[in-house]
């Protein structure tokens, strides 16, 4: 998901607000999927998302990329990887999902 959802440019955003909706984000979660497919992308917000919902709210995490799978800070925290979004969600569906689905 994008960290301006649409909202303005990057010089329009007040950084700590979009950063503390992401905390909220995560609070709230049951499990994150988190897209890393872009080969030229740093992805600091993700990763920055992942070890928060590991560590602090310990969150399982699973990782949707093509070319990341391998690195040791996706192996130490992602639960699992996948190469498409529908692999990963059907993981989650299946392993994680209850009678009444993921909220």
Avoid at 46 to 75: G, Q
Avoid at 79 to 98: D, H, L, M, N, Q
Wanted: with cysteine.
């Amino acid at each position: 998901m994008s960290p301006f959802r649409g909202r303005g440019k990057c010089e329009d955003r007040n950084y700590k607000e979009i950063v503390e909706r992401d905390l909220r984000d995560i609070d709230r979660a049951e499990i994150v999927l988190a897209e890393m497919t872009q080969e030229d992308h740093p992805y600091i917000g993700t990763s920055m998302e992942i070890m928060y919902a590991a560590e602090v709210r310990k969150i399982p995490i699973v990782v949707w990329t093509t070319h990341l799978k391998d690195h040791f800070w996706i192996k130490k925290y992602a639960c699992r990887t996948y190469s498409t979004v529908e692999e990963a969600c059907k993981y989650i569906k299946e392993f994680w999902g209850t009678k009444e689905g993921i909220r």
